[in-house]
């Protein structure tokens, strides 16, 4: 069993839609991140939290330690919201532990 | 625009060759990272390094050295080439080894044949 697990793989949605994203983890944490792949490949940091919730523009992480479970929600999806969302945590080391991606097409 | 440099962008190397992955960050952080990034996989930590003149292993080391030239840049060479080694190649920085964001380079597609 991969200590980070991601759902849904693949979500497909219509533009306008609310988007949820999970991410559960089975290994004791000091910060879970959320990050974006875009199709072209390029990477990009969305948040880091450690308790609580981030809020971005449409963007929202909440996190629940004691759940060890974390989702990441699109508000008003738009199909430049399509890309492949990554969840990754740290442990004790300095490592990160990195899910395989839940894959979002947003559809106009 | 500040960030992470890799070169090159693209690499079709032969079974055996040797090249060398470059990475530059503009952005004054103390910790470097390589990674790899297989298709249905999750990133894996080749190599690290939490600060100028360290550098240590991550999850799959074997067939790669690393070199933290200075604070900026941390290279990633390939001694021989196997088309295991065929993958995306990711470079990120950050602030420190704690709970710090991260920014990644662009990327290098590697195909080893």
């Known amino acids: 069993k991969n200590e980070v697990e991601q759902s849904p793989q693949n979500l497909t949605a219509q533009e306008g839609e609310f988007i949820t994203i999970n991410c559960s983890y089975s290994v004791g944490i000091s910060a879970l991140h959320w990050l974006q792949q875009h199709p072209g490949g390029g990477i990009v940091s969305l948040f880091m939290l450690s308790s609580g919730k981030k809020k971005h523009g449409r963007l929202i992480a909440t996190i629940n330690i004691q759940e060890k479970h974390s989702s990441l929600h699109i508000t008003a999806s738009h199909p430049r919201d399509s890309a492949v969302y990554i969840c990754a945590v740290r442990g004790s080391n300095y490592q990160l532990i990195w899910g395989a991606g839940t894959k979002l097409i947003i559809k106009p | 625009n500040a960030g992470v440099t890799q070169t090159p962008k693209f690499q079709v190397l032969k079974t055996g060759q040797s090249m060398t992955l470059q990475c530059a960050q503009d952005?004054?952080?103390?910790?470097m990272y390589w990674y790899r990034q297989d298709p249905g996989m999750g990133l894996r930590l080749i190599y690290y390094s939490a600060s100028e003149g360290t550098t240590d292993k991550g999850e799959v080391p074997n067939g790669y050295n690393v070199s933290r030239l200075n604070k900026r840049e941390f290279s990633l060479r390939l001694e021989s080439a196997a088309p295991s080694q065929t993958s995306v190649y990711f470079c990120?920085?950050?602030?420190?080894?704690?709970?710090?964001?991260?920014?990644f380079g662009s990327g290098t597609r590697l195909t080893v044949v």
């Open positions: 952005m004054n952080h103390n910790s």
């Open positions: 990120a920085s950050s602030e420190g080894v704690g709970n710090y964001g991260y920014t």
